[in-house]
């Protein structure tokens, strides 16, 4: 069965510095993609980045990028030059590409915590 | 566009009541998820509506949920009796499609309190 494992529940981090959240993956399918999303305390759920397993490139989306080590099934989440906005929980996802629907697994979650 | 709708935000309700909890996707979006977060704990996925069919219902926890999808538009999720285990934020999701980069995208979620 699939499984995703965050393993640090809470992360602080000056403002300004790069933080790295943990995650890894348990799958024995070959082809799936990996997401992260971020939860602010009004409670949406926004999507920051997509990694697809394929994928030979680490995914960059302005001040993310996705570390991706196939081999040690994880794909860690690197924000850079953090923000007081980017105090949320961060869930790190995966989606079985040939799971006919496309569900997401989560992990528990890591609440980051940007300090002045 | 509009985002993924949920209403309502919150419900607080006592054990053995009802609780229906309403999705509106984001227009043209035929794939809607319902996610469900029990306190402390990951999000775990419900069920999964292709238009108004269910495509996948394997995490629907128990007979006491009924999820509904009428003319593939809005989605309903009934909870009927509520028990205490029940607590949670419920999620609904949408998306175009389910190959690739299909990001779902997330509405706010009902906090649903069961007493």
């Known amino acids: 069965a699939q499984k995703i494992t965050q393993t640090q529940p809470g992360m602080f981090v000056q403002e300004k510095e790069a933080v790295t959240l943990d995650c890894t993956y348990d799958?024995?399918?070959?082809?799936?993609?990996l997401f992260w999303y971020k939860q602010p305390s009004s409670g949406e759920m926004i999507f920051l980045i997509y990694q697809g397993s394929y994928d030979e490139q680490n995914a960059t989306e302005g001040r993310y990028s996705l570390n991706f080590q196939k081999a040690r099934k994880s794909a860690n989440l690197v924000i850079s030059a953090s923000q007081l906005g980017d105090s949320a929980m961060y869930f790190c996802?995966?989606?079985?590409?040939?799971?006919?629907?496309?569900?997401?697994?989560f992990g528990q979650g890591t609440e980051l915590s940007v300090k002045p | 566009e509009a985002g993924v709708t949920q209403f309502p935000s919150h419900s607080v309700i006592e054990k053995g009541q009802t609780v229906t909890l309403r999705c509106d996707p984001i227009?043209?979006?035929?794939?809607l998820y319902w996610y469900r977060r029990v306190m402390g704990k990951e999000i775990k996925f419900l069920l999964h509506?292709?238009?108004?069919?269910?495509?996948?219902e394997s995490g629907m926890p128990n007979n006491r949920f009924l999820a509904e999808r009428t003319g593939g538009t809005y989605s309903t999720l009934k909870v009927q009796p509520a028990e205490l285990e029940d607590s949670g934020v419920y999620f609904c999701a949408s998306s175009r499609r389910v190959a690739g980069n299909n990001e779902q995208f997330f509405g706010p979620g009902t906090r649903l309190t069961v007493l």
């Open positions: 509506f292709v238009k108004e069919s269910k495509q996948d």
């Open positions: 227009s043209g979006h035929d794939n």
């Open positions: 996802a995966m989606r079985d590409v040939y799971n006919q629907g496309g569900k997401l697994i």
């Open positions: 799958t024995s399918d070959q082809s799936y993609g």
